[in-house]
């Protein structure tokens, strides 16, 4: 999936090139390319909690349909609201390993008004934000000396939220949004290629220049490879 220029979630197949756009601005952030991933939660466009009564019993916990979706489609969202004394919820399990970074994600929006929640990574990672009727993607990510493999919302003053897109990834840091529907998805790594013609219109075949902006998460030992047969 990526973000287009209207800041709506596109979600596409395999082999098309996405380009990334800032949610709030519109501008282009140019070619996605992101390493393989899984997503951990089924049933993610409106997943429901593993535990939604933290702090106490939650006033609202149900699917509900008929809402604009981030992608712009109308569909189904989870509805939740805590306990009114302050309560949250938690989506993932105790199956993870040891010292291992897991980001965590979600589409999080009041059903009117405004508020505040936080978000956290296995009780690491923790981030309030502010609320209000508009979509916002939620991320954090965290690492313990535990097989923790969840994240929370917690709601100190609780309303009624709607909740989509819900993610849960082994990283150092959350990728775009993997939908799944009832089993778990892996997405592919991306890897780009330039042949022939597209390649000759685009580089120069005597001189150029190279400038990238990077993260190395790979332990493959390089970034970049270029060669040619010339």
């Not at 709030?24 to 997943?47: F, M, V, Y």
């Not at 006033?59 to 306990?83: A, F, H, M, S």
């Not at 709601?155 to 849960?168: E, F, K, N, R, T």
Request: aromatic share 10%; hydrophobic share 30%; glycine share 12%.
């Amino acid at each position: 999936s990526f973000i287009d220029e209207f800041g709506f979630v596109k979600i596409v197949g395999d082999n098309v090139p996405r380009f990334d756009h800032d949610p709030d601005t519109g501008e282009c952030k140019g070619l996605l390319i992101e390493p393989s991933r899984t997503n951990l939660i089924g049933n993610s466009d409106s997943a429901g909690p593993a535990t939604s009564n933290l702090g106490g019993t939650a006033q609202i916990n149900t699917r509900v349909d008929g809402i604009t979706l981030p992608t712009g489609e109308v569909g189904q969202v989870w509805n939740y609201k805590g306990n009114a004394s302050g309560g949250g919820a938690r989506w993932g399990d105790y199956a993870g390993t040891n010292n291992t970074s897991y980001s965590g994600s979600m589409w999080i929006r009041t059903e009117s008004g405004t508020s505040s929640i936080t978000f956290d990574v296995n009780d690491g990672g923790v981030k309030t934000y502010s609320l209000t009727t508009e979509w916002q993607r939620m991320e954090t990510t965290a690492s313990v000396n535990d097989t923790y493999r969840f994240m929370d919302i917690y709601q100190a003053s609780p309303v009624s939220i709607y909740i989509w897109g819900v993610q849960l990834e082994t990283g150092a840091f959350p990728t775009s949004y993997i939908p799944t529907y009832g089993t778990l998805k892996t997405r592919g790594a991306d890897f780009t290629t330039l042949l022939e013609d597209d390649f000759t219109d685009a580089i120069s075949q005597t001189e150029g220049t190279l400038i990238a902006e990077y993260d190395n998460v790979t332990s493959d030992g390089y970034v970049l490879s270029l060669d040619g047969s010339g």
